[in-house]
T-cell receptor, first 113, second 117 residues
Framework: AQSVTQPDIHITVSEGASLELRCNYSYGATPYLFWYVQSPGQGLQLLLK??????LVQGIKGFEAEFKRSQSSFNLRKPSVHWSDAAEYFCAVGVNTGNQFYFGTGTSLTVIP | GAVVSQHPSWVICKSGTSVKIECRSL??????MFWYRQFPKQSLMLMAT?????????EQGVEKDKFLINHASLTLSTLTVTSAHPEDSSFYIC?????????????FGQGTRLTVV
């Protein structure tokens, strides 16, 4: 069965510090991987996605993520966090069967001055 | 990117009444839309897959008679919470994908905060 794990429920970083949010997936075939961000009371916005090719993908707002097949991971990174990055971040796996997404439990990011 | 609009953004209703939430794809046609429910500080739980012109597919444990889904056109899906109770209070989010297959991006509505009093 497909699953997505985000080990960190909550992360606090200082503004300007680097950030890494972890995501591990379990899926039998080549996964389609996504990172979404959700601001309080809002829908989800796509940050970046990986389908194939270069395993390091660039997204919006200065985010990037690296797909590591050997570790079944797709960690999200940002070199310097801004206060506006405080939000909930969701990793997701897209599968062909059922045409649906499987979401991780999310990581809440707090940015302190 | 494509735009999915959800209405209303928030609604308060009395226990026992029904509430309808609309999800529209504004600039593309969506043969399939998805309805999610999100509890505070938790992830999105897929409730059902809404299929244009046919019955919705509900996830296990979701009451189809309580959460009525209608996908009457390629740009509109509605979720009706019937005989709402306080435990139905939640954040409901719809999404639509541009195509089929796991590698197609999903676009999300802004969500609807339902409070049943």
């Amino acid at each position: 069965a497909q699953s997505v794990t985000q080990p960190d429920i909550h992360i606090t970083v200082s503004e300007g510090a680097s950030l890494e949010l972890r995501c591990n997936y379990s899926y039998g075939a080549t996964p389609y991987l996504f990172w979404y961000v959700q601001s309080p009371g809002q829908g989800l916005q796509l940050l970046l996605k990986y389908f194939s090719g270069d395993t390091l993908v660039q997204g919006i707002k200065g985010f990037e993520a690296e797909f590591k097949r050997s570790q079944s991971s797709f960690n999200l990174r940002k070199p310097s966090v801004h206060w506006s990055d405080a939000a909930e971040y969701f990793c997701a796996v897209g599968v062909n069967t059922g045409n649906q997404f499987y979401f991780g439990t999310g990581t809440s990011l707090t940015v302190i001055p | 990117g494509a735009v999915v609009s959800q209405h209303p953004s928030w609604v308060i209703c009395k226990s026992g009444t029904s509430v309808k939430i609309e999800c529209r794809s504004l600039d593309f046609q969506a043969t399939t839309m998805f309805w999610y429910r999100q509890f505070p500080k938790q992830s999105l739980m897929l409730m059902a897959t809404s299929n244009e012109g046919s019955k919705a597919t509900y996830e296990q444990g979701v009451e189809k008679d309580k959460f009525l889904i209608n996908h009457a056109s390629l740009t509109l899906s509605t979720l009706t919470v019937t005989s709402a109770h306080p435990e139905d209070s939640s954040f409901y989010i719809c999404s639509a994908r541009l195509g089929r297959g796991g590698n197609t991006e999903a676009f999300f509505g802004q969500g609807t905060r339902l409070t049943v009093v």
